[in-house]
């Protein structure tokens, strides 16, 4: 069901046959939501696929942060006093889902308070530039106009995010952000070379707009600079805020406790299983020589690194159709792109752009990174076993496949969950499930399998280590390179992302472990009717949910998920 308006055609639930009185009231709520973050939020708006507001970088003050929390207070208000016996079924599951994101908001902007204390305007500025230069969702002319009037925007966003920083700021974060401002002006240099076949009146434009920008980008480095004078080294949570935290991401009961030890445990299995498949590899070495051996096997340039990650993303899609794993759409797309440079210190191997919901032929964006900094090493982290795992998790059936899926359920409460237990779970998840199903499961490729998920453990205990204050940075740097063997850089910008992400990092491996925990459940239950096909596809067509969302509407539909 869509419903039309001026600005975008927005999408809802169908109406349920047993339709309860408060539905369309729900409904509306959740619209005039979206919309408001939409409108002040054009960043979002670009990635979501609605083009309305491509020329805009929006508010970047104080004040705007302080008025969206307020109007998240007054949404919740109004949700919370919708009487569930109102609902139907499925619009008591949409409330839920509501109350439980907007919560999730309330707490990161009021309490975590993030955005006070790490200037983040160049993430923003370069992403809003990023999904307009790398999308091809109209002619490379109207996007480079978009793409003027967001540089056009610079200078006085940039100002305006000052304003936030009424508190001391982070130093280590204020350096990544320094290192942005460093690195942003390449890419401006790439968009300006993409205009030469634009009209000459259109070429003047962007090319003052970029020198403008660029001068404001230094003018804000400068800025950051000064402001290292009176920064913080104070940027953990600490454990009642964290655990608050934990409790909001509704992990089925689970604690920072209990997560930790679900860390310890699976570092201690995946160790246990990498040093077995080392062994089975070549028993007359030990395994830091095998796998050695694994990382020195890898492309010999970039280039070509790209074009391996691309033909593991087409034979991975065609096991899945083969061995009928899971439903793949006709019409998705995905394409592989070098990371920006701006992003490249804070995604040190691989990350994923999901399709865009509104636009006409969404696709999505697979990046990749050649190196952090110029280090000389940097392709052993692309060596031809982790670029099978990684194209699992990113691609085929992991994120793309997953997201490309999800975005087609027509509730945006669902649109606009924040559940990475079930996203980045599900990436893991697949990585083992296709292995169990054939696909590259050779033991070089288990091996680099188990170190991922070592890796993964490792980000469970550093995430809540780090955040309850019982770690430093170079204590966790050290802590990953020990138990993953990575590159002291890449290792280095994991952990640096660690930082300001709390809760986020931990979501990998804890979302395999409910996944398959949850797949072990709906066995038993369902006995010899249980499908792995019908499994996956219910999982994927339910949106990126919470885990414990997910099994509520398993158990509600015998199997097959609730209707949308």
Known sequence: MTIPSPEVTLTRPEPATDAGALDGRLYDLVEERFRRIVRDNPVTATYLGIHTEDERLGDGTRDAVLGELEAERRHLAAVEALDAGGLSPGGRVERDLEVHNVRRAIFDTEVVRTWERRSTALDTVGDGLFLLFARDFAPLPERLASIAARLEAIPAFLAEHRSRAVVPQVRLWQQLEMESAQDLPSFLDEITAAATDLPEADQRRLERASSEAREAIAAYGAWLTDSLATATDDWMLGRERYDELVALRAFDGLDSDAILEIGWQQLDENRAARAATAREIDPGVDEATVIDRIKSDHPATFEEALEAYRDVMVRARAHLVQRDIVT??????????????????????????????????????????????????????????????????????????????????????RLLAEAPEFVEGWGMYSEQMMREQGFDDAPNFRLNMYTDAIWRAVRIILDIRMHRGEMSVEESIRFMVAHTSFEEANARAEVHRYTYTPTYQLSYLLGKVLLLELRADEQRRLGDRFSLREFHDSLLRNGSLPVSFHRRLLTSADGRGAPG
């Open 328 to 413: 793949v759409p006709d019409d998705e797309r995905l394409e592989v792109v070098s990371t920006p440079g701006y992003l490249r210190n804070i995604i040190p191997f691989a990350a994923y752009f999901e399709p865009p919901k509104f636009d006409r032929d969404p696709s999505g964006i697979y990046i990749v990174t050649p190196a952090v900094g110029d280090n000389p090493n940097a392709m052993r982290e692309h060596n031809r076993s982790s670029i099978s795992n990684t194209s699992i998790h990113e691609a085929y059936p992991g994120h793309h496949l997953q997201l490309s899926v999800s975005s087609r359920h027509p509730s945006l409460t």
